[in-house]
């Protein structure tokens, strides 16, 4: 099949974006890597009349890393976080996960902001946005820019909210200190497709024992989400191989699994059980 006919505008500054996403009336889609919309609209899923494509805007905020924050704008690709340095552990993190994104070609034009808007459940950047706590910015004409917690932006499967007339203009990542140990393990059918779940644990080792120990999934849930109860289990205890078992076997069951043609919601469980028990066995590594 080919895309229903549309509008194609090439909006050359944010504002003007923004312009056009309003005047649009809820009738377009931003057009950044184009390695799920495109697609999409080949097989008529998507049918917007007017397409914004963003990738000729020259005010974007580029990756930057500045003040102890990690700054990701619209238009910084899957592979520009996999050059980041791995002498910090955010760092290092994002250039691990960076390397599990689809293919090298998706890697090279799709997007992390793109990856996040798009909000499939199996997504890696939208695990580690919910895992680390990031401050997403959504930008429209009529209110100017708004900061999300990553937490209340994924709405459901596919599903933000977000509204059509905004653009999210950046991710902002505090750094993890240096004590930050992290771990992050994904099981999918075939390298470079979406895994059916992940998992991300992280904590601060100080004085042999986990500190604000987090535990993410994503692909398990209809929306990637910490889990709390998990963590709760960890905080203050010494790493252990039995902590972990029980910590993984703890996350099987408090979760409510997602049940598609990949994975039924027994094996989903079973997924999200070995998991969680290998990104934790990867913070002592
Ligand atoms: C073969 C293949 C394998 C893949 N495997 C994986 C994988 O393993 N893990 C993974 O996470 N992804 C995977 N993807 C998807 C890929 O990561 C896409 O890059 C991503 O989902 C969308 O980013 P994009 O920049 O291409 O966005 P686009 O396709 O251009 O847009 C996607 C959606 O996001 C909206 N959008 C884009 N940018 C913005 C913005 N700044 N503000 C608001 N809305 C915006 C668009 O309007 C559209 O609705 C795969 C894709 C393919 C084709």
């Not at 003007?16 to 184009?34: F, K, M, T």
């Not at 791995?86 to 902001?113: D, H, I, N, Y």
């Not at 043609?261 to 934790?280: G, P, T």
Request: charged share 25%; aromatic share 6%; hydrophobic share 45%.
């Amino acid at each position: 099949m080919k895309p229903a006919a549309f509008t194609y505008l090439a909006p050359r500054t944010i504002d003007e974006a923004l312009s056009q996403l309003a005047d649009a009336g809820g009738d377009a889609r931003i057009l950044a890597g184009g390695q799920s919309l495109v697609p999409a609209m080949a097989y008529r899923l998507a049918q917007p009349s007017i397409l914004v494509d963003v990738n000729g805007l020259t005010d974007a905020p580029p990756l930057a890393e500045e003040d102890g924050r990690l700054e990701i704008g619209p238009l910084v690709r899957h592979q520009d976080l996999r050059r980041l340095s791995p002498q910090r552990p955010l760092g290092a993190l994002l250039s691990s996960m960076a390397e599990k994104v689809g293919p090298w070609p998706v890697r090279c034009r799709g997007t992390f902001c793109g990856s996040l808007a798009q909000a499939d459940p199996a997504s890696e950047w939208a695990l580690a946005v919910v895992a680390l706590d990031v401050n997403l910015t959504l930008e429209s004409r009529q209110d100017g820019p708004r900061s999300v917690p990553a937490s209340e932006f994924f709405a459901g499967v596919m599903a933000t909210t977000a509204r059509e007339d905004e653009m999210m203009t950046a991710a902002t990542i505090a750094e993890l200190p240096g004590a930050t140990r992290w771990g992050f393990s994904e099981f999918g059918r075939r390298t470079g497709d979406y895994a059916t779940v992940l998992a991300l644990a992280l904590y601060e080792l100080k004085g042999g024992r986990m500190t604000r120990v987090r535990i993410a999934t994503g692909g398990a849930e209809a929306v990637p989400r910490r889990l709390s109860e998990v963590e709760e289990a960890l905080e203050g205890s010494a790493p252990s191989k039995p902590r972990f078992l029980q910590a993984a076997e703890l996350a099987a069951e408090i979760i409510d699994p997602l049940e598609d043609y990949q994975a039924d919601a027994l094996y989903r469980r079973d997924l999200v059980r070995s998991m969680v028990l290998r990104a934790l066995q990867q913070t002592t590594r």
